[in-house]
Nanobody, 127 residues
C-alpha cells in the first residue's frame, strides 16, 4: 500500500531555514505529482507547492521565492526547502499524492483516482 511520511519539522528562528522530507513507499515519486500543503492555526489547509510528473513546479504566492520543492528519485523522497521563514509560516505541513494551489490568478490541480496523505510535521517559527 502507499504510505507517505513527513519529517524535518521543528522550531526555527525567523529568517532561518528548514528542510522537510516526504518519504514515499508504494509508488514512485518520479511518476506522480506530489504536493505540499500546510494548515496554520485558525486557517484552512492550503496547497503551497507542487512538483508535477511532467516537470512543472508551482508555488503559492506567499512562499514563492522562499520555498523550493525537489525530489530524489533514488531515495523516493520529495523535499521542501524553506528559507527566510517568517512568523506567519508556522503550521502543520503535509505532503500528498495530489496538488491544489493558487498561483497568481489561477488554480492548479492534479489528482488521481486514489490519493494519499502523510500525517504532517509541525513547523514552529519563533525567536
Amino acid at each position: 500500500q502507499v504510505q507517505l511520511e513527513e519529517s524535518g519539522g521543528g522550531l526555527v528562528q525567523p529568517g532561518k531555514s528548514l528542510r522537510l522530507s516526504c518519504t514515499v513507499s508504494g509508488l514512485e515519486v518520479g511518476n506522480r505529482a506530489i504536493g505540499w500543503f500546510r494548515q496554520a492555526p485558525g486557517k484552512e489547509r492550503e496547497g503551497i507547492s507542487c512538483l508535477g510528473d511532467n516537470g512543472d513546479i508551482y508555488y503559492e504566492d506567499s512562499v514563492k521565492g522562499r520555498f523550493t520543492i525537489s525530489r530524489d528519485n533514488v531515495k523516493n523522497t520529495v523535499f521542501l526547502q524553506m528559507d527566510a521563514l517568517k512568523p506567519d509560516d508556522p503550521a502543520v505541513y503535509y505532503c500528498a499524492t495530489k496538488c491544489g494551489l493558487y498561483h497568481g490568478s489561477s488554480y492548479y490541480s492534479r489528482y488521481y483516482g486514489m490519493n494519499y496523505w502523510g500525517k504532517g510535521t509541525l513547523v514552529t517559527v519563533s525567536s
